[in-house]
């Protein structure tokens, strides 16, 4: 099979990771991501990944934890590393090389972010774990995934969610929802759908940069994106 895209920059959240549980991390979530991974990766695509850290921390209201905004987001980078160090030892044990990259200085446990390096590491074919969103507060984890998305010069950005791509209202909450197959960045703003935040999804609109949105809880549902099929809901142009 011939894969549609060269490189990818996959965008998973925090909360993904913790499958059933309420807090944390869920092996079995882990383990299939590993897989879905895998089976593109030996189609030759090469991947990149930013995960969230709403699993272990999440920035609170500052009213009420007495915990300033800045040093919420710090702590929420640290969480983003926790899990990428998880998903690293899950892609490992299935065989996938791989390299964590901090955007916080950690030497002990990752590379500091250095862009020709992690293309480096992309085109010999190892997974790039993005860490510490972009390392600095007020900046969301989907921002960071933009930014490093363009840097790395990523043929799309895959955000793997819950549900089968953008509806017309929260498909949990109206069962009259209707999903999206296609969709324009004018459209997302003007129908108030949030795909992303808005610092995010400007990066990618002013840089032509494609979304698309699916759902990466489902087994081979990546694989079938990668091959071009009509799964979830791109946004483009």
Excluded: W
């Amino acid at each position: 099979m011939l894969p549609k895209f060269k490189r990818i920059l996959l965008k998973l959240s925090g909360e993904s990771l913790m499958g059933d549980k309420n807090f944390g991390l869920d092996s079995a979530v882990l383990s299939q991501y590993a897989q879905d991974i895998k089976l593109i990766t030996e189609l030759g695509v090469q991947v990149a990944v930013v995960i969230g850290g709403g699993n272990i921390y999440r920035g609170m209201n500052e009213a009420e934890t007495g915990i300033e905004r800045a040093q919420g987001d710090y702590m929420g980078m640290l969480a983003t590393v926790i899990n990428g160090m998880a998903l690293q030892s899950a892609l490992e044990r299935v065989g996938v090389f791989t390299r964590l990259q901090s955007a916080i200085k950690m030497e002990q446990i990752a590379e500091p972010y250095i862009r020709r390096r992690a293309i480096r590491h992309l085109e010999k074919g190892r997974v790039v774990i993005f860490g510490a969103g972009t390392g600095n507060p007020y900046f969301t984890t989907d921002t960071a995934g933009s930014l490093r998305a363009i840097e790395i010069g990523a043929d799309v950005i895959l955000k793997g969610t819950r549900v089968d791509g953008i509806y017309t209202a929260d498909p949990e909450k109206d069962k009259l929802a209707t999903r999206y197959e296609t969709i324009t960045f004018a459209d997302c703003i003007a129908r108030n759908l949030r795909v992303m935040d808005m610092t995010a999804f400007t990066l990618c609109m002013e840089n032509q940069l494609p979304i698309i949105v699916f759902d990466m809880d489902t087994p081979g549902t990546l694989l079938r994106v990668i091959a071009g099929e009509k799964v979830g809901t791109l946004v483009t142009g």
